[in-house]
């Protein structure tokens, strides 16, 4: 059995950070430090007050501590990790992008009135449950270990749940409508012999090289090599001469050399898995 630190430590990045975003969000409120109403998506005050940040701040809100907002983080810490380490294995861009075209796609039937919610959290959720359903169809589900079904049927499941519950359906329903959007344009569209149409972004390869979290394979941009550095400065010999310590990058394998003479560890050039 693993400690909450190293269960907690062994997350995928994305998930955990959105899932450690999200509960920081409730805690937040349960502090009383802000009024929801202020964060809640409002395409009025967004226009003639400017305040832009309600088209962020709307998706890490999935309500105060309740027994809801447990059962959705649970989701996220269940299917949104076996996302990530599954089908996105080694492609966390491509996971970022899939939040992301998940995100914007709801802001965009957002403007439709009848389809606004001022909190999109559960949307992404469901989001995440719909995609996760679409990968893993033939996976066995239990809930409460009172229903057995198919991975496929997920989805309607919990959508009948929240039935049961008196929860609103709309956010569940607009969350699967976007990620079904993502699935048809990155899979099943490309598998009837069309075009890719959503490839991720170069922005967004930049900007997890940047984060310098998660791996991408055959990514476009290299991976930003002062991320991680705890301590980057000149050391002093003792004989008074100071050295400056040769560039720490995150590559997978270095060729070292043996020491030299001169107390110098490492002397030459390292060879990246690219050729370069």
């Known amino acids: 059995m693993s400690t909450p630190a ?3 430590r062994s997350l995928p990045p994305v998930s955990k950070t959105y899932g450690v975003a999200c509960f920081m969000t409730a805690a937040a409120l349960y502090l009383q430090l802000y009024n929801p109403g202020n964060i809640a998506l409002d395409y009025g005050l967004v226009i003639k007050r400017f305040q832009v940040w309600r ?3 709307s998706f890490f809100f999935l309500g105060p501590f309740s027994f809801p907002f447990a059962f959705r983080l649970i989701i996220i810490a269940r299917y949104g990790v076996g996302l990530e380490r599954g089908p ?3 492609r966390t861009a491509d996971y970022v992008w899939m939040l992301v075209f998940g995100a914007i796609s709801l802001l965009v039937m957002a403007v439709v009135p009848y ?15 719909y995609v996760w ?7 066995r589900i239990n809930i409460y270990g009172l229903v057995s079904l198919k991975g496929f049927y997920l989805p309607w499941a919990f959508l009948g ?7 609103p359906l709309k956010p569940d329903i607009v969350g699967m409508v976007a990620g079904h959007l993502y699935y048809f344009l ?26 310098g979290e998660g791996t991408q394979i055959n990514s476009p941009v290299e991976r930003n090599p002062h991320a991680g550095v705890a301590f980057r400065g000149r050391s002093f010999r003792l004989n008074g001469r100071t050295t400056t310590p040769p560039q720490t990058t995150q590559e997978p394998f270095n060729n070292q050399q043996p020491a030299a003479a001169d107390g110098v560890a490492f002397r030459g050039r390292s060879q990246r898995l690219n050729g370069r």
Request: net charge neutral; aromatic share 16%.
């Open 6 to 8: 190293e269960y907690y």
């Open 186 to 211: 990155t899979v099943l569209h490309p598998l009837a012999g069309g075009k890719l149409m959503l490839k991720t972004p170069l922005w967004v390869h930049k900007l997890v090289s940047f984060w």
């Open 88 to 90: 996105f294995d080694k």
């Open 161 to 167: 749940l929240d039935l049961i519950f008196g929860d």
């Open 55 to 57: 088209l962020i701040t």
């Open 115 to 129: 389809l606004l919610s001022p909190f999109m959290g559960p949307s992404v959720v469901f989001m995440i449950v």
């Open 133 to 139: 359903s679409r990968e893993f169809p033939n996976a």
